[in-house]
């Protein structure tokens, strides 16, 4: 029997039992639709409190809509978005942020996974040449596909480039909590302090449902966001559902408590596996991402018992991600299976 959990992804975990008990508590009688609910009204309460008051919160529940309608609001179809080769929206969204916002992505190469001033700067040309996009966005993940966490200084340096040239700093923020616990800073402290303008709230990856959101700080502003995200296919009927989950994830630290518990989980597999020869930890363990480089032909005995990805196929890197719900047993239990795999 294959164990309960699996490192595979974030994605793949069930929903925190607070949420679900949240949930549970919202299917009490009938309320209005469409967000006018007040268990919709106390969710964006809580992310001004978390955010500033004068944020603009637009809950949505797909990850995927959230950065495509987050990019959409800022953007022209002639425009561009500069982000790093391996960013979720370049390279796991099916061409979706292009085909709704009609923009071209621009990639760089960031082997850790991040962007730099300097290599976005490659990708800053053209300007003012109508036979050329013009760059408006810089887009980056944080915590990174690669598990890798920005630094203060580094999103500020970004977000100081981007807006001395009339340009934005969207930050899909799929992974924001994991990367703000690994720094020690509050969600606002994460983002908008440090001149982020579009952030795509991500709750799913962590322990919620199906829950997401788009807000606006200062310089982004948009008046007709919720006719976007009507349009988007993102406007749910019954948003209480939706908004009592992220309600939860923002009350009582339990955005941080669960970010914190996934990110020590992924620090021990780290620690478990450096024991292991011919297992050799490819990228720095930041937040809750463990990626690794093992034999070819180990890599199908590991999956017979636990389900995860493949990196890199060339390399041989894999990646195993943690959890909310990892416990200290499954690391170890699995650390043995991969020692003896390999």
Not at 202 to 229: I, P, Q, S
Not at 238 to 262: E, G, V, Y
Request: glycine share 6%.
């Amino acid at each position: 029997m294959k164990p309960a959990r699996s490192f595979a992804s974030d994605n793949n975990a069930g929903i925190h039992p607070q949420v679900l008990r949240a949930i549970a508590a919202a299917n009490r009688g009938h309320t209005v639709g469409y967000g006018d609910d007040p268990y919709t009204e106390s969710a964006i309460r809580n992310f001004k409190k978390h955010f500033g008051r004068d944020a603009d919160v637009y809950i949505v529940f797909n990850g995927t809509a959230a950065n495509c309608l987050g990019l959409k609001a800022i953007t022209r179809s002639y425009e561009a978005v500069i982000c790093a080769e391996a960013a979720h929206i370049y390279s796991d969204e099916c061409g979706a942020p292009e085909a709704f916002t009609g923009c071209k992505l621009i990639p760089i190469k960031a082997p850790d996974g991040k962007l730099t001033v300097d290599s976005a700067a490659t990708a800053y040309h053209g300007i003012g040449d109508q036979h050329h996009v013009q760059p408006r966005v810089i887009s980056i993940t944080q915590s990174t596909e690669m598990g890798t966490v920005y630094k203060p200084h580094e999103v500020r340096a970004l977000a100081s480039f981007a807006h001395e040239r009339e340009m934005f700093l969207h930050m899909d923020g799929a992974r924001l909590s994991n990367a703000a616990a690994a720094l020690g800073l509050n969600l606002r402290q994460a983002t908008r302090d440090l001149g982020v303008d579009v952030l795509s709230f991500g709750g799913t990856k962590n322990g919620l449902m199906a829950a997401e959101a788009v807000l606006f700080f200062e310089r982004a502003r948009v008046a007709d966001f919720l006719y976007l995200r009507k349009q988007g296919m993102q406007l749910a009927s019954k948003m209480r559902f939706i908004s009592a989950q992220l309600d939860t994830l923002l009350s009582n630290d339990l955005w941080l408590k669960s970010a914190q518990h996934a990110n020590r989980m992924a620090r021990l597999l780290e620690r478990e596996l450096a024991s292991i020869p011919r297992v050799k930890i490819v990228h720095k363990v930041e937040a809750n991402g463990v990626f690794a480089k093992i034999p070819r032909a180990a890599i199908a005995k590991i999956m017979k018992r636990y389900f995860f990805y493949v990196w890199d196929e060339e390399e041989s890197v894999v990646r195993w991600m943690c959890s909310f719900d990892t416990t200290e047993s499954d690391v170890k239990e699995f650390a043995k299976f991969v020692a003896r795999s390999v």
